[in-house]
């Protein structure tokens, strides 16, 4: 019996939690099951973005674990997964994942899934970017990581902030070939509206 896939989803203490919110409930909607770690940075984020408790987030996962357990199940690389997104990705959570400095559950179990040759998204939040956050996002990248600034498609035409973030998880999760339903794919520019513009 085939199982059902399985996404680990890292919470971070950068702006945008209610990426991670969402990724959760949209993995519950989808059968996906999910496994979740957030930091306590993010647990604060969480407080100043929205009405929301960690134990809200954390019933939306399959599994919660805290980000001090290293002996959680996520952290071994015998333990089954498809794959982890860390919606959103901190600069300081970029940095332990590029360094192996594993000193977290949630950058040990991205360490983990890169040794296990597994996918990893990390939705690097911040800007502007200094040369660090750079060698950091080349250092993971060449570890096998792929680096997903959560930036708005325009062309899609969103029509609330909630439509652009499901736009933008949705592009995720086809990276995990998961169809969510909520892309609005590009198919050409027939049909499109075009304007150019002249430098006169």
């Not at 085939?2 to 209610?18: L, P, W, Y």
């Not at 306590?40 to 134990?55: I, K, P, V, W």
């Not at 399959?62 to 290293?70: M, T």
């Not at 439509?163 to 990276?175: A, E, Y």
């Amino acid at each position: 019996m085939e199982r059902r896939k399985r996404i680990v989803v890292g919470i971070s203490g950068a702006s945008g939690v209610i990426y991670g919110v969402r990724l959760l409930e949209m993995l519950r909607e989808l059968n996906v099951e999910s496994h979740l770690v957030m930091s306590r940075s993010a647990q604060m984020t969480l407080a100043y973005e929205t009405d929301l408790r960690a134990a809200d987030v954390q019933a939306l996962a399959h599994e919660h674990y805290p980000n001090a357990d290293i002996g959680a199940a996520i952290s071994s690389g015998s333990f089954r997964v498809d794959g982890m997104i860390v919606a959103p990705c901190s600069m300081k959570t970029l940095a332990e994942i590029a360094t192996g400095n594993t000193g977290s559950l949630l950058s040990r179990a991205a360490d983990v899934m890169l040794k296990e040759r597994k996918r990893v998204v990390l939705m690097a939040r911040e800007t502007p970017l200094h040369l660090g956050h750079l060698r950091n996002m080349t250092s993971v990248t060449e570890a096998g990581a792929i680096i997903y600034p959560p930036v708005p498609a325009f062309y899609a035409r969103p029509d609330s902030l909630e439509s652009m973030i499901d736009h933008t998880l949705g592009r995720v999760l086809d990276l995990f070939d998961i169809d969510t339903g909520t892309v609005k794919r590009w198919t050409g520019a027939s049909g499109h509206r075009l304007v150019s513009v002249m430098n006169g």
